[in-house]
């Protein structure tokens, strides 16, 4: 049974290690996020959002020409079509709500690659919140155009300047932000990561991508189940969503794409669970990559939001019991995988998503097999690293 | 007897504690830091232990992890540094650092070598109390380790009673909302929590923490607990000291004054 424990763990993985100064954030959150999710007007509030204002339900698209390039019934899940461009919307429109119904006034959120970033500046202009995004100083050089949008969205753009100035460092940064600021201010995270409750309340919240996979299905196929569902493996926000209603019914397959980079044994690597070891990274016992003194070592994919050194504790459970199949995809053949797909079927995917679609190339499957890929985010905001790769 | 409960035993005020990253600002300063820190009167040494994601910490103890940690430092150097320190060090020694290096090294293994080189106790923030006395409470007292715990302004008196109830060296008051090395000066409302805290009357004795810099803050802290923790100003002293055993022997003396 994949199933979160009261505290916090699935199976060996999860926990809340945290400094004492965020206990009393965490445990105030711990202790009132089931109510408040379970609440008639928290959902109201939560489902007209996600209808009205995100897009949702999202498509879920039979695609004809891919499908018959690998030989098996492919959907995809049209995340790349919620507003901002990506899943990660799902998250933040739920923890601001949950926000303001704990009576916060400012809102602080990490982001690597700025999706998340620009997810949480949004809701924050919806709801007329006060927001500060923490972003490493080489990202913020990197993504520029989501910089941008972050400011003209109305949101404060911190650099995080320590340790290696990327998306460990701003989670680093949104954390101390956090302890110097207890009590008006809610931590938005980004991902199925940090302390308990994070992670479990971020799958939920996400959740709704696998929700509405099983009726749409249902109508597709005749079945809720597919066979395989794939989904690319960061911190794992997106995964989560996609397998959460299918993580006990062991008939339906589960596939996490991690980022390759350049080789998982190139040493330019983020495919965590290939390289990494248990330990503790942002509040939680995870797998992550690591010296063997216990130092985390800086990631690398040329896919920012795969660009961490852990990955959810979920997912290292799910690694761990066999439950999941994870694979390693290089850059190169995300890449490639990407500009295969925009030609196929007209979507030019996230560089992410596109990790999801190239394990297509990695796994077994059958001719008559029914295989969803999350389809996490569209590709606008990687242009120019497609400009840059070239090959097309 | 535990250096940590003989100090308390005898000294009930003004008791300061100075923390120290290990392995900066060279990789061989350990020891004589340590040395020096004694020879300038101070009562505890906090050995820092470098992490590449110190959450808890400001930008003067990050950058000072970085650097050791770019010299070479680990735990497994940090022991061998540490071999022998009880021939000069008569003071008790604590070890602070994040729990993801001592869970690499092995906790058994890591409350082995403490007490075999002599440490007297541990500081881990990241490491939840439930977790603590659950898993390692045991442990830590087979290997003769006090353990300390944080607080901060927000943390309810209930919490308070359960980490006095599960601490045996002293406990460490956070100054204020904030990470180390965020303010200096001490403010009223800092002021009514270490009220607050004091007339708690709980069984262990309280060293304030985090924003204490110099003398009149030291003093200000000592009037309302046993006593004061420097990190961040102290790293300052060092990092830029041509001199370290002059530098440490008069920034000491100087807060203690």
Redesign the interface.
Same mark, same amino acid.
Request: no cysteine; hydrophobic share 35%.
């Given at each position: 049974m994949i199933k979160v424990d009261e505290?916090g763990f699935y199976g060996r993985f999860g *926990?809340?290690?945290?400094?004492?100064?965020l206990?009393?954030?965490v445990e105030e959150l711990r202790e009132s996020y089931e109510a408040i999710m379970a609440s008639g007007e928290f959902q109201d509030e939560f489902r007209g959002l996600l209808k009205d204002y995100v897009g949702r339900p999202t498509p879920l698209y039979f695609a004809s020409r891919l499908s018959e390039k690998f030989g098996a019934k492919i959907y995809l899940k049209r995340e790349d079509l919620c507003h901002t461009g990506a899943h990660k919307v799902n998250n933040t429109i739920g923890q601001i709500i949950l926000a303001k119904k704990l009576g916060k006034k400012r809102i602080i959120a990490e982001t690597g690659a700025g999706q998340h970033g620009v997810a949480t500046a949004t809701v924050c202009a919806l709801m007329g919140m006060e927001c500060t995004i923490y972003m490493g100083e080489i990202d913020i050089a990197r993504q520029h155009p989501n910089v941008e949008r972050m400011k003209i969205l109305g949101a404060t753009v911190v650099p995080a300047t320590? *340790?290696s100035k990327t998306l460990?460092?701003a989670t680093?940064e949104a954390?101390?932000a956090w302890?110097?600021?207890?009590?008006d201010t809610h931590y938005i995270i980004g991902s199925v990561v940090g302390p308990h409750p994070y992670p479990e309340m971020v799958a939920r919240f996400q959740s709704v991508i696998s929700e509405e996979i099983k009726w749409q299905l249902q109508e597709k196929e005749g079945t809720e189940n597919p066979d395989i569902v794939i989904a690319c493996v960061g911190g794992g926000s997106n995964a989560a969503g996609a397998f959460y209603h299918y993580y006990n019914t062991p008939d339906v397959r589960l596939v996490a794409a991690e980022a390759g980079g350049l080789g998982v044994n190139s040493g330019k690597t983020a495919a965590t669970t290939a390289k990494g070891?248990p *330990?503790?990274?942002?509040?939680s016992k995870t797998i992550l990559m690591?010296t063997?003194?216990?130092?985390?070592v800086e990631p690398h994919s040329i896919s920012a939001g795969l660009d961490y050194p852990g990955i959810g504790p979920v997912h290292a459970h799910l690694f761990d019991v066999g439950r999941g199949e994870f694979v390693a995809v290089e850059d190169k053949d995300a890449m490639a995988a990407g500009i295969e797909l925009s030609r196929l079927e007209g979507i030019i995917p996230a560089i992410e998503s596109a990790h999801a679609i190239y394990a297509l190339n990695l796994i077994e499957y059958s001719k008559d097999d029914v295989i969803v890929i999350n389809l996490s985010g569209r590709g606008d905001k990687d242009l120019d690293t497609y400009i840059k790769w070239g090959g097309y | 007897m535990n250096r940590i409960h003989t100090l308390f035993n005898t000294k009930k005020d003004r008791v300061l504690s100075i923390y120290f990253t290990a392995g900066f600002p060279k990789l061989e300063d350990t020891m004589p830091i340590m040395e020096a820190i004694q020879a300038g009167g101070a009562d505890i040494i906090e050995v820092g232990v470098p992490?590449?994601?110190?959450?808890?910490d400001?930008?003067t103890i990050?950058d000072s992890n970085?650097i050791a940690?770019e010299n070479g430092i680990?735990?497994?150097k940090i022991f061998e540094q540490l071999a022998g320190f009880r021939e000069k060090i008569h003071i008790p020694v604590v070890l602070m650092g994040?729990?993801?290096?001592?869970?690499?090294?092995g906790m058994e293994e890591f409350c082995k070598k403490c007490q075999e080189v002599g440490v007297d106790g541990l500081i881990l923030?990241?490491?939840?109390?439930?977790?603590f006395i659950d898993d390692y409470k045991g442990l830590f007292e087979h290997y003769g380790l006090v353990n300390t715990?944080?607080?901060?302004p927000?943390?309810?008196d209930k919490?308070i009673r359960e980490?006095d109830e599960n601490t045996s060296g002293f406990i460490y008051m956070?100054s204020s909302?904030?990470?180390t090395g965020?303010k200096s000066g001490i403010s009223e409302e800092q002021i009514a929590y270490f009220e607050r805290v004091k007339a708690m009357n709980l069984k262990n004795p309280r060293l304030i923490g985090f924003g204490i810099s110099d003398t009149e803050t030291f003093t200000t802290a000592s009037n309302y607990s046993n006593g004061a923790i420097i990190g961040s100003a102290f790293i300052k002293t060092v990092k830029d000291s041509k001199n370290l055993s002059e530098d440490i022997r008069d920034y000491i003396q100087s807060v203690m004054d």
């Open positions: 505290k *926990g809340a290690y945290i400094p004492e100064m206990h009393p954030n320590s *340790g460990k460092d680093n954390m101390r302890i110097n600021n207890p009590v070891t *330990g503790i990274l942002h509040g690591q063997e003194d216990g130092q985390v | 992490y590449s994601d110190p959450v808890a400001g930008p990050q970085m940690l680990s735990l497994k994040y729990l993801n290096p001592i869970m690499q090294y923030p990241d490491l939840p109390m439930q977790q715990f944080l607080i901060s927000q943390t309810s919490r980490i956070v909302h904030s990470i965020a």
